[in-house]
């Protein structure tokens, strides 16, 4: 049997659904995220949530940060289409 893989399309999703698929995609928990980002107290997962649901949208620093811990370009994140068309 033969495994086909092909790169997957993150075509009209918001930031926050990138940034979501991005960290499943890494296996990673938004716990984990929050860590690494230096968020803390009760609040740092309810921050990953808004970011994710698209209620709040991190300011560009912050969205390099996130881009960084998911080894993703920013672009990526921000949901800017860098395909070059011919």
Known sequence: MRILYTKPELVDLSQGSRIAFARQFRFM?????????GLTGECKRRTMTRYEKG??????????EIAKILDIYINVARGINSKISN
């Open 55 to 64: 209620n709040r949208n991190p300011k560009d620093d912050r969205t390099s």
């Open 29 to 37: 928990t938004q716990d984990d995220v929050s860590d690494k980002l």
